[in-house]
Each structure stands twice: as C-alpha cells, then as structure tokens.
C-alpha cells in the first residue's frame, strides 16, 4: 500500500470498526486519547499519527511496526531477499553475517505474547556466569 493512511483503514476495516470504535481501541493501548476526528484526519491524510500512535496501531492491528510506517513488512523480507547469494527462506546467523566465531555464546530473548498487548521476554544465556531467570 502506497500511504499510511491506507494502511491505517485497513487496519480498522479488518478489525471491522467504526471510527468511534477504532478510536476507543486505540486509547486503551497506552497511548494517550485518541479522538474519532484524529483517525479521520489520519485516514484521509490531513495528519500523520505521533510514534505512540503508531506503535499502538501495529499492536492492535497485529502488524509489524515497519510496515504500519512503510507498507514493507521485515518478517515477510527475510524470506524473500537474498543474503551474500543464499537461496530465498534460508537465513545466515548473526554469527556468520557479522562473521563472528559461531562458538560465541550471547543471550537470546523469548518473546510470548499472552494476548494482544501483553507480553513476556525471558532472557536466557548459555554463558557462564549469566542466570537464567
């Protein structure tokens, strides 16, 4: 999609939501009030959503937040783009990109999502002298 704002009604159409409805959504994501005028002037272009904004329509919507500024979605690029000649779906570690030891050990985070808008990250690491909590 070519604007934000078309991503923007998209979003409310697949939620199937009326302006007022969208906008009482988006004030219960922690982003501060969000006015039914607002999203108007969002949809039609007139004003761009703050950061805030944005990051609670990602959210709601269940987009990635790239592709709720850009219309380009990274989860849906790796696995079409090609990496240093690598057949499109299979991606290199960061161990290989950033052409690391593979034997390093580094924590690694585990996201759960529990429901829309709530979230646990465990972090866990192989290192020595790192808990896991």
């Known amino acids: ?55 609670a329509l990602a959210e709601l919507g269940q987009r990635h937040v790239r592709w709720v500024q850009t219309g380009v979605d990274p989860d849906e690029m790796r696995t079409k783009v090609t990496i240093n000649g690598q057949k499109p779906g299979k991606i290199k570690t960061t161990d290989t990109i950033n052409e690391q030891e593979p034997e390093a050990i580094r924590p690694t985070a585990t996201i759960y999502r529990l429901e829309p808008r709530k979230m646990v990250v465990k972090v866990t690491s192989d290192a020595p002298g790192l808990d896991d909590d």
């Open 1 to 55: 999609m070519a604007d934000i704002k078309d991503r923007i009604k998209e979003i409310r159409k697949s939620l199937g939501l009326s302006l007022e409805e969208f906008a009482k959504e988006l004030s219960k994501g922690g982003c501060g009030i969000v006015t039914e005028k607002a999203v108007g002037d969002w949809e039609l272009g007139v004003r761009r959503p703050l950061p805030t904004k944005i990051l």
